[in-house]
């Protein structure tokens, strides 16, 4: 018998003699799956994906490699430049507060349903963090499953500015503010598009939350320029092609911004701000009045190979800066193991840490709601479920 037979036979004999919950026993077999230890997969088809795999992806490394000079070159014709931030340890004595928020559907079927929370902290904690949640509730016949997820998630991201300003107007300024996400307004925001099945009413639901977004950064913006607050947010996961569209590089370089620079930057080297806000309308999204222009650039903040750059975005009244704002993001940036922290500022960690709705969570009170309907006398099959429960024991 094999070390992960043995494994698998012990820890499902702890469920039989009910020593192991069931959810306990998922935990457990996903920890093990993401070291490397076990594998659910059947044995012919691992190894055959594995073959694949370790043939093909060094040639699609190699085939990227060729280029990577030229995209240099094109960017560098462009009139894009690269700079060099300084680290300064001092940065990491600035108050700052750090905001975040988080979102996580339920596998509840009899409706749509995911919880949303956010939080503004601050770094020293002189003061209580400003949370809030709330539970999203919606009809499952008047959107779509996609619709829902951009609906919980726009609604999620509203908390992020609702909590700053009130953690700003109750307990004072602070000398840098670095939110989780972009000020920018993306074309998605500016016009969602209508999904497949969602209801006038759904739609209009929709597109409200979006423009309510907006709106909400635009008020923080200007609460942090009357309290003269530095503003930041910094995007970690960027599927955009923002500077390649502000360069006209979008027909010749295939690849996203994120990965461009991923090839390019070196540790502590950044890009030459643009407009992001011109960058997106470049692109074809329709008009949108704002407070002010954003901007941004790209900084790479880990050393590690395998963390690409951030995008780091500001208001156009902060242009000047630069220099500044750079030097915060690199001098206070995380080094861990764990890649969702590599590389952002301490602020943002704080925040990202606190906020996060982690499925082990959601599963443990959907499990306490399951348990209030049986002591209530209903049955839990009128919430249905997507896949199954073990209430453990």
Not at 57 to 80: E, I, N, Q, T, Y
Not at 244 to 263: C, G, M, N, S, T
Request: hydrophobic residues 40%; proline residues 5%; charged residues 30%.
């Amino acid at each position: 018998m094999s070390f992960q037979e043995r494994i698998l036979a012990y820890l499902r004999g702890g469920v039989r003699s009910g020593e192991l919950s069931e959810e306990e026993y998922l935990e457990v077999m996903e920890a093990l799956e993401r070291a490397g230890k076990i594998t659910t997969t059947h044995p012919e088809l691992y190894k055959g994906l594995l073959e694949s795999s370790l043939e093909r992806l060094p040639d699609l490394a190699k085939k990227v490699k060729a280029h990577r000079d030229d995209m240099r070159r094109a960017l560098s014709g462009a009139g894009l430049e690269t700079f060099q931030a300084d680290i300064n340890e001092n940065m990491m004595k600035v108050e700052a507060i750090g905001s975040d928020a988080s979102s996580n559907p339920m596998p509840v079927t009899a409706a749509y349903v995911a919880l949303v929370g956010g939080i503004a902290i601050r770094d020293p904690r002189r003061t209580s963090p400003i949370i809030a949640r709330d539970i999203l509730i919606e009809d499952s016949d008047s959107m779509g499953h996609r619709s829902f997820k951009f609906y919980y998630q726009v609604y999620a991201e509203k908390l992020i500015p609702i909590t700053c300003i009130k953690q700003i107007k109750d307990n004072g300024a602070a000398e840098v503010l670095v939110v989780d996400g972009p000020l920018s307004a993306s074309i998605l925001l500016r016009r969602v598009p209508k999904g497949r099945g969602v209801t006038q009413k759904a739609y209009q639901k929709i597109q409200k939350a979006a423009h309510e977004l907006i709106r909400l950064r635009d008020d923080l913006i200007k609460l942090c320029k009357e309290k003269g607050i530095i503003l930041i947010s910094v995007v970690k996961r960027c599927t955009s092609r923002h500077f390649l569209a502000w360069y006209d590089l979008k027909e010749k370089i295939p690849y996203r911004d994120q990965y461009v620079f991923h090839q390019i930057l070196r540790y502590g080297e950044r890009t030459t701000s643009i407009s992001i806000s011109k960058a997106i309308e470049k692109q074809g999204a329709p008009p949108f009045g704002r407070y002010c222009e954003i901007r941004g650039f790209y900084i790479k903040t880990s050393k590690s190979p395998l963390t690409p750059p951030l995008r780091v975005e500001y208001p156009e009244y902060l242009e000047g800066k630069e220099d500044w704002i750079a030097s915060y993001v690199l001098s206070t940036a995380i080094t861990s193991a764990e890649a969702e922290y590599d590389g952002l500022p301490k602020a943002q960690c704080l925040a990202h840490k606190d906020a996060r709705i982690a499925g082990m969570i959601m599963r443990e009170i959907y499990k306490r709601s399951i348990i209030k309907l049986l002591d209530e006398g209903l049955d839990p099959a009128l919430l249905g479920c997507k896949w199954g429960f073990g209430l453990g024991d």
